[in-house]
Antibody, heavy 122, light 106 residues
Framework: EVQLVESGGDLAQPGRSLRLSCTGSGFSFDDYGVTWVRQAPGKGLEWVGSIRSETYGGTTKYAASVKGRFTISRDDSKSIAYLQMNTLKTEDTGVYYC?????????????WGLGTLVTVSS | DIQMTQSPSSLSASVGNTVTITCRASQDISNFLAWFQQRPGKAPKSLIYAASSLQSGVPSKFSGSGSGTDFTLTISDLQPEDFATYYCLQYNTYPYTFGQGTKLEI
């Protein structure tokens, strides 16, 4: 079964760091890009950032709200993508989803994980 | 940044009805438009990519159309499981941007 599973969500104090993981299974992880999307409580979806596959350069892009604080990376040998979140703010609270991006089909987002909850509070 | 405006923000319908949701981009995004369904308490599910292509396993009651700045999602023969919130996403230009969502209610 093709799936993505996020982990690492937790309660953190403002200014601290967390690292989320997105583990893929049932497909060739290195053939796809990964996008992170978050959802604040009761709000809509917000694009956080993306990383391309190494075939497409492995480049990263970020939303302005997280640029300079968040870093996306990947370890294709383990089929994992990471979202390193530094200098956390209360407005970073929400459920974080990772998504598979099919670059061959023009960057279509197809598979979503179930999400992991990040709560930033003192 | 490209703004995505969805309408309506909420919509009431009945089982068996057909509904249409629209998404307007603030500039030309070609056909780099996707639609997602999110049921309460669940992760989003991909429905359509490239404005009109159905994701694998998605029933043909869902259809998408449009190009440039104006796009629509049509859902026919509404069933209880279709009552959810729907989002559009433009992925033509970074930063990618979502519409604010349309809540489809009975």
């Amino acid at each position: 079964e093709v799936q993505l599973v996020e982990s690492g969500g937790d309660l953190a104090q403002p200014g601290r760091s967390l690292r989320l993981s997105c583990t893929g299974s049932g497909f060739s992880f290195d053939d796809y890009g990964v996008t992170w999307v978050r959802q604040a409580p009761g709000k809509g979806l917000e694009w956080v950032g993306s990383i391309r596959s190494e075939t497409y350069g492995g480049t990263t892009k970020y939303a302005a709200s997280v640029k300079g604080r968040f870093t996306i990376s990947r370890d294709d040998s383990k089929s994992i993508a990471y979202l390193q979140m530094n200098t956390l703010k209360t407005e970073d609270t929400g459920v974080y989803y990772c998504c598979r991006v099919d670059e061959v089909r023009g960057d279509a987002v197809d598979i979503w994980g179930l999400g992991t909850l990040v709560t930033v509070s003192s | 940044d490209i703004q995505m405006t969805q309408s309506p923000s909420s919509l009431s319908a009945s089982v068996g009805n057909t509904v249409t949701i629209t998404c307007r981009a603030s500039q030309d995004i070609s056909n780099f438009l996707a639609w997602f369904q999110q049921r309460p308490g669940k992760a989003p599910k991909s429905l359509i990519y490239a404005a009109s292509s159905l994701q694998s396993g998605v029933p043909s009651k869902f259809s998408g159309s449009g190009s440039g700045t104006d796009f629509t999602l049509t859902i026919s023969d509404l069933q209880p499981e279709d009552f959810a919130t729907y989002y559009c996403l433009q992925y033509n230009t970074y930063p990618y941007t979502f519409g604010q969502g349309t809540k489809l209610e009975i």
